[in-house]
C-alpha cells in the first residue's frame, strides 16, 4: 500500500502548487484535474499488484490492457468534466497533466521496485 500512500500525497503537493500559484480562483479545476489521475493511478496500482502476486508473467499483458482503459477513461474524463460540468480547462489542465506526470513517476518506480524484488527472490 506504500505506492498508493505515494500517489496521495503526490496529487496533494500537485494540488497545492496549482492553488498557490494560480490562486484560489484555481479550484475547484485544480482539485478535479488531480482526482481522475488519482482514480486511474490507485486502481491501476491495486490491480498491477495483485496480478503480480498471482501470475508475475501476465503483469506486462495487464498493462497493456491497462493503457487502453485508461486512454478510454481520459477521454470520458476531460470530455465530461470540461463540457459537462462546464470546468475551466486552464487550471483543470494544469493540475490533470502535473497530477499525470507525479503519478505516472511514482508508479514506474514501484513497478520497477516490484518486479526487480520478485526477479532477486528467483
Known sequence: MKPVTWMVAGCAAVWFLVTVTLGARANPEAFWGMVGPLVSAVVSWLVYARVHRASPVRL???????TGLKLVFFSAYVTIMVRVIALRPGPFTVSLVGAFIVLLA????????????SAASA
Open 60 to 66: 506486462t499483458n495487464v498493462m497493456i490492457a491497462g
Open 106 to 117: 511514482i508508479e514506474a518506480v514501484s513497478l520497477r521496485r516490484m518486479v526487480m524484488s
